[in-house]
T-cell receptor
Framework: GQQLNQSPQSMFIQEGEDVSMNCTSSSIFNTWLWYKQDPGEGPVLLIALYKAGELTSNGRLTAQFGITRKDSFLNISASIPSDVGIYFCAGRDPHSGGGADGLTFGKGTHLIIQP | SAVISQKPSRDICQRGTSLTIQCQVDSQVTMMFWYRQQPGQSLTLIATANQGSEATYESGFVIDKFPISRPNLTFSTLTVSNMSPEDSSIYLC????????????FGPGTRLTVL
């Protein structure tokens, strides 16, 4: 099956700093999704990307679908304390059986903001 | 986006018993899924819940251990059978809404601890 590598595994940053994380896959995806998960909660969808090269923003968050279709990044500008959490990338395989069957998740990036 | 609720939100169970988790969505959805998230880990797809027919299970998951029902377009149940401590995880219901192209949303999760 596909391998999806998410990095970094964790980030320790100061409030106000910008954050960047990325995911790479061993095969192409036709959709990239970025989620944030707070402790005790389910993942919340942040941004969905559907086309190679697509760049989408959601407030202070910006994500891009890589041109090769094998990677995506998420940037957070001017981090604030509520940005703390685990961020997951997820990609969908174009050869899946249909619908969302082929969603593969990265292992997550733990974002920790130091006072 | 679809609003997803799960019951129970958490439970502590004895080894050898079974627990049924319910997932209710506030609107009709095209697809429903069940995921497992073991402590500190990413999300793993258990199965796709199919309306009116048997669920489609991923490799490593079987119907006898994780029976699933989906009687209509807005409701599904997952049963964790004959539990052991290794089944301690967060179990998450997930849907693809008919109104949101390829966007996948998650419920709040059910945190299961098996003693």
């Amino acid at each position: 099956g596909q391998q999806l590598n998410q990095s970094p595994q964790s980030m320790f940053i100061q409030e106000g700093e910008d954050v960047s994380m990325n995911c790479t896959s061993s095969s192409i995806f036709n959709t990239w999704l970025w989620y944030k998960q707070d402790p005790g909660e389910g993942p919340v969808l942040l941004i969905a990307l559907y086309k190679a090269g697509e760049l989408t923003s959601n407030g202070r968050l910006t994500a891009q679908f890589g041109i090769t279709r094998k990677d995506s990044f998420l940037n957070i500008s001017a981090s604030i304390p509520s940005d703390v959490g685990i961020y997951f990338c997820a990609g969908r395989d174009p050869h899946s059986g249909g619908g969302a069957d082929g969603l593969t998740f990265g292992k997550g990036t733990h974002l920790i903001i130091q006072p | 986006s679809a609003v997803i609720s799960q019951k129970p939100s958490r439970d502590i169970c004895q080894r050898g018993t079974s627990l049924t988790i319910q997932c209710q969505v506030d609107s009709q959805v095209t697809m429903m899924f069940w995921y497992r998230q073991q402590p500190g880990q990413s999300l793993t797809l258990i199965a796709t819940a199919n309306q009116g027919s048997e669920a489609t299970y991923e490799s490593g998951f079987v119907i006898d251990k994780f029976p699933i029902s989906r009687p209509n377009l807005t409701f599904s149940t997952l049963t964790v059978s004959n539990m052991s401590p290794e089944d301690s995880s967060i179990y998450l219901c997930s849907v693809v809404s008919s109104n949101s192209y390829n966007e996948q949303f998650f419920g709040p999760g059910t945190r299961l601890t098996v003693l």
